[in-house]
């Protein structure tokens, strides 16, 4: 809903250290954490360090396009770190339907296994 829009969510925490998490790379723009609920042997999330009303892709705008490009351009040297070299799924869960829980915009990054299709 459109309150979101300025809440701060569990991954504001993460992002100011106020609750630990197993972070794997970090820049001026970007972090990379372990995911707490892991659904395959490597779950990581990837998100933007200011969100910017970035709660989710559909809210993405022009002005997002760096972040955006950023946050995908990073996803291979973060799987690569993490032993994901013959593969691995990239998910952006958006919205109700999507099953989008936490509102700023992240990017799953799975593997370790052999990944089924479709997901259901
Ligand atoms: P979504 O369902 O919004 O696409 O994904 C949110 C993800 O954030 C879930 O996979 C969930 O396990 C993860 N998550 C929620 N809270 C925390 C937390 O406090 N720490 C970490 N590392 N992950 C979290």
């Given at each position: 809903?459109?309150?979101?829009?300025?809440?701060?969510?569990?991954?504001?925490?993460?992002i100011n250290k106020e609750i630990p998490a197993q972070i794997v790379y970090e820049d001026d723009k970007c972090l990379a954490f372990k995911d707490v609920?892991?659904?395959a042997p490597v779950h990581?999330?990837?998100?933007?360090?200011?969100?910017?009303?970035?709660?989710?892709?559909q809210k993405a705008e022009e002005r997002h396009?760096?972040?955006?490009?950023?946050?995908?351009?990073?996803?291979?040297?973060?799987?690569?770190?993490?032993n994901l070299k013959e593969g691995y799924r990239v998910v952006i869960n958006d919205g109700k339907l999507g099953c989008q829980s936490v509102y700023?915009?992240?990017?799953?990054?799975l593997g370790g296994t052999q990944m089924g299709w479709p997901p259901g």
């Open positions: 809903n459109h309150h979101n829009h300025h809440q701060l969510t569990i991954f504001d925490k993460i609920s892991p659904q990581i999330l990837l998100i933007p360090k200011v969100k910017d009303g970035l709660t989710q892709l396009k760096d972040i955006l490009g950023h946050l995908m351009l990073k996803v291979a040297d973060i799987a690569h770190q993490n700023h915009l992240h990017l799953h990054i």
